[in-house]
């Protein structure tokens, strides 16, 4: 007769919780490397922030989608049951949906935003970015700030979290740069901003991914490097004085440098270039191709996949680089 038969019922409920946890921990293990496998293995990504239907983007077939997750309180944006239904490809195969979210920025279309803030601004938001209207600089280390972004179910990221996002796609980290002038703890605060906005997503769901876009530099701290699952690039080559104006190469050498900390660790980089001649995107991608980055070509408005979308007016030609850095001041 089995030794088991004789266990105290104390003993059995021990020996079934251990092995509760057991399965537990296998389930946890199992979706975070679901999710990592998928990453890591994607050729290929879409991203679009304007117009954003699942009808028109389950007619493509990335492995990787980045779209814009709507105002965050259901009046636009896509509901639980379209990301689910982008989850699948057309053949039924699984893709991962990343939602956008700003945290370097309040924007004027969100949720939380507060009508008087445009004539009372609170404490821990800057000045308007010119360059996107509607959206507006942010403290990002203000406590204020930071429990909008997350920390409760009615948080910004935990409304995303419900909505069945698989990760978000940070923008913005660097807006760092444009304090640090004054406030040199600005780029500290930043790792740590993203290490604990990371953290906390990731124990509320196993696999949830966290990639920022650009700010590369912040890859050089080893807590940043942690905190993330892959990398966003953009205007890596051209953009910077022009959409097809080819960016300067010390500065391109610089960002190489920086993301090849990302790459060593195993990390994926996604790409996005908006450079429209023929020429220069076969460059890109030949170049993006031999750094090992995965390549989208879009519109610099976001607003349709490809590049042969109607002309929006924010497909002009760029944000200049001095934008992210210069000092607060009214937009004319």
């Known amino acids: 007769m089995s030794d088991i038969h004789h266990a105290s019922p104390f003993l059995l409920r021990v020996l079934i919780l251990m092995a509760t946890l057991v399965v537990a921990a296998s389930s946890v293990a199992h979706a975070d490397s679901a999710a990592r496998t998928l990453l890591h293995t994607a050729k290929t990504w879409g991203y679009q922030l304007q117009n954003v239907t699942a009808a028109a983007l389950a007619k493509h077939d990335f492995d990787v989608l980045v779209v814009d997750a709507g105002d965050g309180a259901g009046a636009w944006g896509l509901s639980k049951r379209e990301v689910a239904r982008l989850q699948r490809k057309r053949d039924g195969t699984r893709r991962l949906v990343l939602a956008y979210m700003n945290i370097g920025e309040a924007e004027d279309y969100r949720y939380y935003w507060k009508p008087g803030w445009a004539k009372q601004p609170p404490d821990w938001m800057g000045s308007a970015n010119c360059r996107w209207k509607g959206d507006h600089r942010v403290r990002h280390w203000a406590p204020q700030w930071q429990a909008i972004l997350f920390g409760s179910p ?136 031999a750094l090992g980055y995965v390549a989208y070509f879009g519109p610099r408005s976001l607003a349709y996949i490809g590049q042969d979308g109607p002309v929006h007016p924010e497909d002009g030609d760029t944000e200049s680089v001095a934008a992210t850095t210069t000092p607060d001041q009214a937009c004319e």
Request: glycine content about 8%; hydrophobic content about 45%; cysteine-free.
């Open 154 to 289: 009615h948080s910004y990221l935990g409304r995303l979290l419900d909505l069945g996002y698989d990760g978000v796609y940070l923008d913005r980290v660097d807006i760092y740069t444009h304090w640090q002038s004054a406030r040199t703890t600005a780029f500290a605060e930043m790792v740590d901003l993203v290490a604990r906005l990371s953290q906390w997503a990731k124990a509320r769901r196993a696999g949830f991914l966290v990639l920022p876009q650009n700010g590369e530099a912040l890859l050089e701290d080893d807590r940043y490097l942690a905190a993330i699952d892959g990398l966003g690039k953009e205007d890596m080559l051209y953009g910077d004085n022009g959409n097809d104006v080819a960016n300067d190469p010390a500065r391109v050498e610089r960002a190489e440098r920086h993301i090849a900390r990302a790459r060593a660790a195993g990390l994926p980089v996604f790409a996005i270039e908006y450079a429209r001649a023929h020429a220069n995107i076969e460059r890109a991608r030949t170049r993006l191709a």
